[in-house]
Nanobody, 121 residues
Framework: VQLQASGGGLVQAGGSLRLSCAAPERTFSTYIMAWFRQAPGKEREYVAFVDYDRKKYYSESAKGRFTISTEAAKNTMFLEMNSLKPEDTAVYYC????????????????WGQGTLVTVSS
């Protein structure tokens, strides 16, 4: 499926951003939807994902600060990020995959183009 991420930008530490990921119709009922990020020099890591039952999962770094959600009527997934830290600086990607829930990025076969989030101290 074709995904399109947006919403990144420059924000001060402690601030908030909301990322969006546009997807084709009916994607959310047939795909696991996820957000990943990749900081310079580091491997891509999962941030959050939502399964077919709309159950949400978060990495330890995202738990309590980030919220993943989907709005089926708009065919859009969101990542609300609060209390941002400089270590959250990365390119954020939305991704999708059919089948089982997994957290490793190699299993995801559909990716958005990435949106850069920069958190200044």
């Amino acid at each position: 499926v074709q995904l399109q991420a947006s919403g990144g930008g420059l924000v001060q530490a402690g601030g908030s951003l909301r990322l969006s990921c546009a997807a084709p119709e009916r994607t959310f009922s047939t795909y696991i939807m996820a957000w990943f990020r990749q900081a310079p020099g580091k491997e891509r890591e999962y941030v959050a994902f939502v399964d077919y039952d709309r159950k949400k999962y978060y990495s330890e770094s995202a738990k309590g600060r980030f919220t993943i959600s989907t709005e089926a009527a708009k065919n859009t997934m969101f990542l609300e990020m609060n209390s941002l830290k400089p270590e959250d600086t990365a390119v954020y990607y939305c991704a999708a995959k059919p089948g089982a829930i997994v957290t490793w990025y190699e299993a995801y076969n559909s990716w958005g183009q990435g949106t850069l989030v920069t958190v200044s101290s």
